[in-house]
């Protein structure tokens, strides 16, 4: 089981990145796959996650980023609009791996229940 990120880089305020996790090993539709950033001194952190049909967003990313899923190509695309100087971070995608006893939402965007983590790539954000 393998997940690749790619398509950080520099952004001016206001501006769009689409970040792709190709996934290996496994097939798409059957696992959340998650998106999560670390900014440096700070916590990793839900952004956004696709469940089958169902997606879920972090409230601070809510209206700019979309997550989606090529089934075909076994990837799943981080489109973020509207970036601001805060979304600076390296960003990973996850495959979730860990259930829970009773169910939350926030699971969804819980770092601590999903494991296989890419390697990152970094989003940098110039106001």
């Known amino acids: 089981v393998q997940l690749q990120a790619s398509g950080g880089g520099l952004a001016q305020a206001g501006g769009s990145l689409r970040l792709s996790c190709v996934v290996y090993?496994?097939?798409?539709?059957?696992?959340?796959i998650g998106w999560f950033r670390q900014a440096p001194g700070k916590e990793r952190e839900g952004v956004a996650c696709?469940?089958?049909?169902?997606?879920y967003y972090a409230d601070s990313v809510k209206g700019r980023f979309t997550i989606s899923g090529d089934y075909a190509l076994n990837t799943v695309y981080l489109q973020m609009n509207s970036l601001i100087p805060e979304d600076t971070a390296v960003y990973y995608c996850?495959?979730?791996?860990?259930?829970?006893?009773?169910?939350?939402?926030?699971?969804?965007?819980?770092?601590?229940?999903?494991?296989?983590w890419g390697q990152g790539t970094q989003v940098t954000v110039s106001g």
């Open positions: 090993g496994f097939t798409l539709g059957r696992h959340d």
């Open positions: 996850a495959r979730r791996i860990r259930k829970t006893a009773s169910y939350s939402p926030d699971d969804h965007l819980d770092p601590f229940l999903y494991g296989s």
């Open positions: 696709i469940s089958s049909s169902s997606t």
